[in-house]
């Protein structure tokens, strides 16, 4: 049988193999052939599979967002306008992260300012944290 193993595949695909493996048992991914002996041996048209997987991964899609873009790469009659809009989802969360990242940002710089930061036990950061500000 040819291909290549799960290690190879983890490598060419930036995937560790415990993910590789994850994905298949999830059913993100077709599990791979096996061999006689029940090694997995991964083919081409696998580590293409993988490597969109990958790359999607990498752009903060969700495991199910990945699972309807392959549907969708999968399917020669799909909409663009499907794909354009998953995709533009995707940047209205990652918006809405930085917004709340830059919030927390703000915070803990102020809270960090606040503090003297010398060998008095009276901390703010603490204070903040044991007794919330009404930021949550």
Same mark, same amino acid.
């Given at each position: 049988?040819?291909?290549?193993?799960?290690?190879?595949?983890? /490598?060419?695909?930036?995937? !560790?193999?415990?993910?590789?493996?994850?994905?298949?048992e999830i059913?993100?991914?077709? !599990?791979?052939?096996?061999?006689?002996?029940?090694?997995?041996?991964?083919? +081409?048209?696998?580590?293409?599979?993988?490597?969109?997987? /990958?790359?999607?991964?990498?752009?903060?899609?969700?495991?199910? %967002?990945?699972?309807?873009?392959?549907?969708?790469?999968?399917?020669?009659?799909?909409?663009?306008? /499907?794909?354009?809009?998953?995709? %533009?989802?995707?940047?209205?969360?990652?918006?809405?992260?930085?917004?709340?990242?830059?919030?927390?940002?703000?915070?803990?710089?102020?809270?960090?300012?606040?503090?003297?930061?010398?060998?008095? !036990?009276?901390?703010?950061i603490l +204070?903040?944290?044991? %007794?919330?500000?009404?930021?949550?």
């Open positions: 049988m040819n291909g290549i193993t799960i290690g190879q595949a983890a /490598e060419y695909s930036g995937l !560790p193999a415990k993910t590789i493996r994850f994905y298949e059913g993100l991914v077709e !599990p791979a052939k096996r061999t006689e002996s029940g090694y997995r041996v991964y083919s +081409d048209a696998d580590l293409h599979v993988l490597r969109f997987v /990958e790359r999607a991964r990498r752009h903060g899609f969700s495991v199910d %967002e990945c699972r309807q873009l392959l549907a969708l790469y999968r399917d020669d009659d799909r909409s663009s306008g /499907e794909v354009k809009a998953l995709t %533009e989802k995707r940047i209205a969360d990652i918006d809405a992260k930085i917004t709340e990242l830059k919030a927390m940002r703000r915070t803990l710089s102020d809270l960090a300012a606040r503090c003297h930061g010398d060998g008095r !036990p009276a901390c703010p +204070d903040d944290l044991a %007794e919330g500000s009404g930021d949550e």
